[in-house]
C-alpha cells in the first residue's frame, strides 16, 4: 500500500506500482471546470509524484491548475483501479527536484536528470484521508 493508504478497498490489496499511466483531474483556473489528462504517476518509497516530459516551450495548464486550486483526483486504471482524492505540492526546491528526478530518470529511460530539473513540471501528491 501507499503510505498507509488502502487504495485497492482491501488491505492485503495490492501496492500500486513505481510508475504508472493515470488520469489526473483538476479544477480550471479560469473556469472553474474539472479538466482531465493522461499523465504518470510514480510511486517512489510510498511518496507520490506526477511529473510530466522536459519542454521548456510550454507551460503545463494542469500545474497552472494546481498552483491556483491544489485539489486533485487521480483516477488509477492500472492493475489498481480507483479514484483518489488529494492535494498537490508544485515542488521548485532544485535540490528537492534533482532527487525526485535521480528515481524518475531510472524508470524512463532516455531522460536526464539536468534537463528535467530545468524543464519539466514536479508536483508532490498527497492523498486525502480516507478513513
Known amino acids: 500500500m501507499i503510505a498507509g493508504a488502502d487504495v485497492s478497498?482491501?488491505?492485503?490489496?495490492p501496492p500500486l506500482p513505481l510508475s504508472q499511466l493515470i488520469d489526473l483531474t483538476t479544477t480550471g483556473?479560469?473556469?472553474g471546470?474539472?479538466?482531465?489528462?493522461?499523465?504518470?504517476?510514480?510511486?517512489f518509497e510510498g511518496r507520490l509524484y506526477i511529473s510530466g516530459m522536459p519542454n521548456p516551450a510550454r507551460a503545463r495548464a494542469w500545474l497552472l491548475n494546481l498552483a491556483s486550486d491544489p485539489r486533485l483526483t487521480i483516477h488509477l486504471k492500472g492493475s489498481v483501479v480507483a479514484d483518489l482524492t488529494g492535494s498537490a505540492r508544485v515542488i521548485a526546491d532544485e535540490?528537492?527536484?534533482?532527487a525526485v528526478f535521480a528515481s524518475v530518470v531510472k524508470v524512463w529511460r532516455g531522460q536526464e536528470i539536468e534537463t528535467m530539473n530545468r524543464?519539466?513540471?514536479l508536483i508532490e501528491v498527497t492523498l486525502a484521508d480516507r478513513g
Open 9 to 13: 478497498g482491501d488491505p492485503e490489496g
Open 29 to 31: 483556473r479560469r473556469t
Open 33 to 43: 471546470r474539472a479538466r482531465r489528462i493522461e499523465i504518470v504517476l510514480h510511486n
Open 95 to 98: 535540490s528537492e527536484r534533482r
Open 119 to 121: 524543464h519539466s513540471p
